[in-house]
């Protein structure tokens, strides 16, 4: 349990935890809001403070190295998340008096290291003072870099792809969380009912571009933390993430297989497009994933499907051969969705990307084969990376002359353009889609 008197101070915790026990950060906030019982505005800030700080890590130590006589990694680790708590309240957060950004990281500081409370505040007012003159770098990939907190590798990646100026725009789109959108579960409610109800909560949504979603305007409070989310009239879903059920297009008929299904959200998408009557199969590489997503379905009141523990990597040769449809949502990189979760930028390398696409090289292969001939797979990744994207789908078709990739161009919805890759496969990119980052391909097995 973390005790903390502010959420700047338990912002801090926060980030100590998140330092020192080399976890995610949404682990290490549900720690510290089961720990606390902050207000909904409190709750807001505080999360504000834990994720902004993350996504712009190398920023904020680029900026606090120009004012400090020492390497921030020296600094105590206290001291050094308060000090890049203020900068990012003092770069990013204009609702923020100087004043107070200053004088409460000055209060902290004396918490943690009362030596170092005068440094902390020379520092931050110095950054005040400057912050509309910093010396950006001048060559283009360390300007990125620095200016919109990425690593290098990352950069170089996206320049051997996109101009500088589009480049740019990515790493902008990227660290701009996509708006909350949530899916109605039609099988319990009605567009109209659900958001009158949601209104007199506080919440307010317009339509999405994908059939059945909303998008979430405002409203201070977590949308989960209702009682239409827990009577299962709704669930939160992504773009990317929705449009994947409705490429693959299943009918009632199908048996549908989703590979790697934890927690569910896919599968009960398919399960609600199919009208609760489908015949699905949901597996995942252990048990308590399985749990997961009976508790998705649970939840929305829909039928369980049938729920199997499986190496997605080595499927059991009793399914070879009998699906119509087989949705892989492979294991990737999730660089596609560093706009929610920006600590995945500081996780992941290149080392891991190319493990990565070995990997779902091996689970394309096994999960082609559980397709009866006629039948289609959706290869679908929340990354836009070559060697797990375009890169997978060459390499399968390369060894597999019975299968051909079907062109997405057609399948597209309304309102979502998305961008065509090699093999008909299709890309959704966040500066260009609004979005998450997210790439598919569709492939039917002709014998």
Known sequence: MILAANPR????????????????????LKKVFSGNDFSPRDKAFLTELVYGVVRYKLTLDWVLSLFLKKEVSRLHPAIRQILRS????????????????????????????PSAAGMANAVLRNIARRK??????????????????????????WLEVFSFDEAEELCLAANKPPVLTIRINTLKTKKELLLERLSQEGFYFTTGRIPGLLYHLRGRRDVTNTSAYREGLFTVQGEGSALASHLLNPRRQDLVVDLCSAPGGKATHIAQ???????IIAGDIHHHRLELIAATFKRLGLPLPELRVWDAADMPAAFLGRADKVLLDAPCSGLGVIGRKPDLKWHKHDESIALLSALQKRILAQGSRLLKQGGNLLYCVCTNEKEETEEVIDDFLSKNSGFAAIDLRDRMLPGIRGTAGKSGGMHLYPHRDGSDGFFYALLVRNC
Do not use: F, M
């Open 9 to 28: 101070h338990a912002a801090v915790s926060t980030l100590l935890n998140y330092e020192k026990n080399k976890s995610y950060l949404n682990l290490e």
């Open 132 to 157: 509309g003159k910093l010396p950006w770098p001048g060559n283009k990939r360390d300007y990125l870099s620095v200016k919109y907190s990425y690593p290098k590798w990352l950069i170089d990646r």
């Open 273 to 279: 497009l199919l009208g609760g009557e489908g015949n």
């Open 86 to 113: 203020g900068c990012y309240q003092l770069l990013y957060l204009d609702r923020v008096p100087t004043a107070a950004a200053c004088n409460e990281s000055v209060k902290l500081a004396k918490r943690y290291q």
